[in-house]
């Protein structure tokens, strides 16, 4: 049974900066790709960031580009995200996400194991 754990989410100012993080168990961590959505209250989730398997390139939404950093470390199981220059507009409980089949890192419906969320307000 594949377990995600996000944690980090929190209050924070206007052009402010959190890391969340992503604890994975249950299976081989570093062989699947992993993602980070976002779901505002009243949106649809959304894409933020994605990483394959070897962690090499990151992808991004067009909102974070430039401001937010996906990295893992498969040493430890954990994905992070690194947040940048926040903005109102990125208050959202934010979800990590992996599975074994996903060719589209952009494309929830691929992604099979979903954390519990971390909520994220940033206050303008």
């Known amino acids: 049974q594949v377990q995600l754990v996000e944690s980090g989410g929190g209050l924070v100012q206007a052009g402010g900066s959190l890391r969340l993080s992503c604890a994975a168990s249950?299976?081989?961590?570093?062989?699947?790709?992993m993602g980070w959505f976002r779901q505002a209250p009243g949106k649809e989730r959304e894409f933020v960031a994605g990483l394959w398997g070897s962690g090499a390139t990151a992808f991004y939404g067009d909102s974070v580009k430039g401001r937010f950093t996906m990295s893992r470390d498969n040493a430890k199981n954990t994905v992070y995200l690194h947040m940048n220059g926040l903005k109102p507009e990125d208050t959202a409980v934010y979800y990590c996400?992996?599975?074994?089949?996903?060719?589209?890192?952009?494309?929830?419906?691929?992604?099979?194991?979903w954390g519990q969320g971390t909520q994220v307000t940033v206050s303008s």
């Open positions: 249950g299976r081989t961590f570093n062989r699947y790709a």
């Open positions: 996400a992996t599975g074994e089949h996903i060719v589209s890192l952009m494309d929830l419906n691929e992604y099979a194991y």
